[in-house]
T-cell receptor, first 116, second 116 residues
Framework: NAGVMQNPRHLVRRRGQEARLRCSPM?????VYWYRQLPEEGLKFMVY????????ESGMPKERFSAEFPKEGPSILRIQQVVRGDSAAYFC??????????????FGQGTRLTVV | GNSVTQMEGPVTLSEEAFLTINCTYT??????LFWYVQYPGEGLQLLLK?????DKGSNKGFEATYRKETTSFHLEKGSVQVSDSAVYFC???????????????FGQGTILTVHP
């Protein structure tokens, strides 16, 4: 059972370009979460998605950022018109469907975005 | 809102020394508490967790006890190894009993370096 797969691992974009980050959750997981880690800081929650639905986007910047998790294919975090301040590591996590506190979220290796 | 505060780092120890990394939290209700470890260039791995007061999470020689009276979840290890060098994150999930297991609030991380 492969883990959470993120690609690319490293992404370089010029200011004003679009960045597209992909996340394939673990098999059987229908919940996906995106986090951003700025240099020397902890991870900050951005958005929580289930298949075809955004459940909680309270951590998403209001502009330029969007996320989706289509019925087929990976979850995508899209950043339009990138700026230098978007340079960070972006982590995806997935968890299984279910209730209770025993399930855990599994993290991918992250995509390190550098805006030049 | 929820918050997690970790002791300032970095922490530098000699091999076989005793490790404590302090973590305190603020949350309403009864959160679940976690320690994650991030090795260089990697994603986060769950190290241990505790889901209710007085629970002790343990793994790979690391331990942490959920102390509701002091709102703390300090990480300890009796004898560290060079291979324990990593960044350690304390985190909480305030949605106990709900479905958003992956919506976590993280501390800022503590860098641990262990010398031979």
């Amino acid at each position: 059972n492969a883990g959470v797969m993120q690609n690319p691992r490293h992404l370089v974009r010029r200011r004003g370009q679009e960045a597209r980050l992909r996340c394939s959750p673990m098999k059987g997981h229908s919940h996906v979460y995106w986090y951003r880690q700025l240099p020397e800081e902890g991870l900050k929650f951005m958005v929580y998605l289930q298949k075809e639905n955004i459940i909680d986007e309270s951590g998403m910047p209001k502009e330029r950022f969007s996320a989706e998790f289509p019925k087929e294919g990976p979850s995508i975090l899209r950043i339009q018109q990138v700026v230098r301040g978007d340079s960070a590591a972006y982590f995806c996590a997935s968890s299984p469907l279910g209730f209770g506190v025993l399930a855990e979220a599994f993290f991918g290796q992250g995509t390190r975005l550098t805006v030049v | 809102g929820n918050s997690v505060t970790q002791m300032e780092g970095p922490v530098t120890l000699s091999e076989e020394a005793f490790l404590t990394i302090n973590c305190t939290y603020t949350a309403t209700g009864y959160p679940s508490l976690f320690w994650y470890v991030q090795y260089p260039g990697e994603g986060l791995q769950l190290l241990l967790k505790a889901t209710k007061a007085d629970d002790k999470g343990s793994n790979k020689g690391f331990e942490a006890t959920y102390r509701k009276e002091t709102t703390s979840f300090h990480l300890e290890k009796g004898s560290v190894q060079v291979s324990d060098s990593a960044v350690y994150f304390c985190a909480l999930n305030g949605n106990a009993g709900g479905t958003s297991y992956g919506k976590l609030t993280f501390g800022q991380g503590t860098i641990l370096t262990v010398h031979p």
